[in-house]
């Protein structure tokens, strides 16, 4: 079995899935916003740096 986390929250000005574009650039005014913690974003570039 395979485990997922969430890594982020994701907001959007659609309350539901059910009606939103397909396309995005369809409609230009809508928005949405990725919240990714800090702790997340330091642990993914920790991996890759090799300073420590």
Do not use: D, F, M, W
């Amino acid at each position: 079995a395979i485990t997922h986390h969430p890594i982020g929250h994701l907001r959007s000005c659609y309350k539901t899935r059910n009606g939103t574009p397909r396309q995005g650039v369809c409609v230009a005014l809508a928005r949405s916003v990725l919240q990714i913690p800090n702790s997340i974003i330091n642990a993914e570039v920790n991996i890759y740096t090799h300073t420590e």
